[in-house]
């Protein structure tokens, strides 16, 4: 426990850094993340005996991740699409032979992994004015990434302290034995207090920041399922061990995964518009 406190606090520290650096030290950041979480995805998957195309996954999250610092969606698509097609012919021509469930995984991976960093890094370039705390200012794009984060951690914590304290019901036992009922419903309460809290410190609507928090809750705990599901199927119980006591990155970013994409439409079609 001592070993899991000491390297979240120091990783809470580095994320505010990097956080309110922005520009391209948090676009080198995300990067690292995302090709670390890749590392970590085709490690688990070849754990049972599969064969994710490595190469065509670095190129294509790699690609990704360039297109969101310059702010280029079509980089973003043409490392997609550049990517999907290296998969392919690495297994019909250097390999010799076409493994189906191999080049779905690796697509699959490159885009679920890819994608979700690159929605991180345009986040937290959007500009759009300031908000004034008694902390600190921030951009736009740092406040929210600022939600998106603190809305993730505390769905995380109030879901584990609630199920501690009142779980019974499992939510998913096929999938996550430990999950239930009563903490999903503790998470989203917690983060749509959290989410509401943050929107009245930095001033806006209290109504749409609650309605995000609650968002952020349910597709958080999806994305923990999913992760869940592909360990379970892989046999693998951490995807790594690069963060003392917490695991890998995967680990420590599964609902991130899918909290980074919702923040960023969030705030392009109900902040900026």
Not at 31 to 48: D, K, Q
Not at 152 to 167: H, I, L, N
């Amino acid at each position: 426990m001592i070993t899991r406190i000491i390297s979240g606090t120091i990783g809470i520290v580095l994320a505010a850094y990097v956080i309110q650096q922005g520009g391209t030290t948090f676009s080198i950041a995300g990067a690292v993340l995302a090709v670390l979480a890749w590392f970590e995805f085709t490690r688990a998957f070849s754990h049972r005996g599969g064969n994710p195309t490595l190469f065509s996954g670095l190129l294509g999250i790699g690609g990704m991740l360039y297109g969101a610092y310059l702010g280029q969606l079509d980089i973003i698509l043409l490392a997609m699409t550049a990517s999907t097609v290296l998969a392919l012919l690495t297994s019909v021509i250097l390999r010799g032979d076409v493994s189906v469930p191999d080049v779905g995984i690796s697509v699959a991976g490159i885009a679920y992994i890819g994608l979700p960093f690159a929605h991180l890094v345009m986040l937290r370039n959007l500009t759009g004015g300031t908000y004034v705390t008694p902390i600190e200012t921030f951009s736009l794009g740092a406040a929210m990434v600022w939600v998106m984060f603190i809305g993730t951690w505390a769905s995380d914590s109030f879901a584990y302290f609630a199920g501690r304290a009142f779980g019974s019901h499992k939510l998913a036992p096929a999938i996550s034995p430990n999950k239930t009922i009563e903490g999903f419903l503790g998470g989203l309460v917690g983060t749509i207090a959290a989410v509401a809290g943050l929107g009245y410190v930095l001033d806006m609507p209290l109504p749409q920041m609650a309605g995000l928090g609650a968002a952020i809750a349910v597709l958080g705990t999806l994305g923990d399922l999913v992760e869940s599901l592909m360990k379970r199927h892989t046999g693998i119980k951490d995807s790594g061990a690069i963060i003392p006591g917490h695991g890998g990155i995967w680990d420590r970013f599964d609902s991130v995964l899918f909290t980074a994409p919702l923040v960023y439409y969030y705030t392009i079609y109900f902040v900026l518009r």
